[in-house]
């Protein structure tokens, strides 16, 4: 099974910038659909972006577009989240997970469950 592992997490003041990575145990990363997902404490996971096997196809939830881009490197077996202008209620803990795509529907929905591969998570904290 996929085993995916984020890092890049950390402490940031209101405005500034971090990147996250997701990094994926198989050669064959371009079969799957990887997204990244959000929880913070009390709410829902939310989906924030996600990416299809080829890179050509992304979907970001409203409240992070033209902040937040996603890409992959499958060379790398690496999915990224360039996270810019970062604001408080981005805090939470971020988590990738990935699963094959046929039909190629999961990023358009980004519904947690339609993903079987998950990583432990990497906390963002915006804050002055």
């Known amino acids: 099974q996929l085993q995916l592992v984020e890092s890049g997490g950390g402490l940031v003041q209101p405005g500034r910038s971090l990147r996250l990575s997701c990094a994926a145990s198989?050669?064959?990363?371009?079969?799957?659909?990887i997204a990244w997902f959000r929880q913070a404490p009390g709410k829902e996971r939310e989906g924030v972006s996600c990416i299809s096997g080829s890179g050509g196809s992304t979907n970001y939830v409203d409240s992070v577009k033209g902040r937040f881009t996603i890409s992959r490197d499958n060379a790398k077996n690496t999915v990224y989240l360039q996270m810019n202008s970062l604001k408080p209620e981005d805090t939470a803990v971020y988590y990738c997970?990935?699963?094959?795509?046929?039909?190629?529907?999961?990023?358009?929905?980004?519904?947690?469950?339609?993903?079987?591969?998950w990583g432990q998570g990497t906390q963002v904290t915006v804050s002055s």
């Open positions: 997970a990935g699963n094959v795509d046929p039909l190629r529907t999961k990023c358009a929905r980004m519904n947690p469950r339609a993903f079987n591969s």
């Open positions: 198989e050669s064959r990363v371009n079969v799957y659909t």
